[in-house]
């Protein structure tokens, strides 16, 4: 697992797990812009995508994926350096009222005739500062209920279990690891 800087000044970083050719943040984006990819993957999961947000179209699931993506992932990207990622990002439990150390939060697109599904999960290292460590459009109540939103969470557990593992338990820690190990 290594860790690729997303912008400049440090704010954003992501996952590049070893078994994988890019970063966390390419491959979501990679997928959630494939129509092949969506096509499939709303056909798989139909009857939750009729069940939650009540469309049967699966090619308007398909354009609002897309337009929600190209929203995100604008934003992330062309973040300016005065942006809060604060605002961007939120506790993954609805029901934390306090901060956490490497706390994991969830950044959601704001896709505009609907709730958007397109998630990014992410571990805070300090206010304004977050590693991705994934993705996932999300079609139920809960990340435990399909196996591909659980599989984000195992990630998410994952990276925060390792970062601690090596002692890292906030921004300055991070650093620190990062000039040692580039």
Known sequence: MRFERILEDGR????MYDEEGVNVLEKVFAQWNDYEWLRTFFTLHAEDLASYFHITDIDQAIFDTVDDANDLECLILDINPEANLDELFRPLENTRLSEVILGREK????????????????IRLESGRYIITGGAIKLTATMREREHTLAELTRLNKVRDYLVS?????????????????
Do not use: T
């Open 166 to 182: 090596l002692g890292i338990y906030d921004y300055s820690g991070f650093e620190d690891y990062n000039e040692e190990n580039i």
């Open 107 to 122: 950044g959601k697109g704001r896709y505009g005739s609907h709730a958007s599904w397109l998630r990014l999960y992410a």
């Open 12 to 15: 954003l970083w992501a996952v």
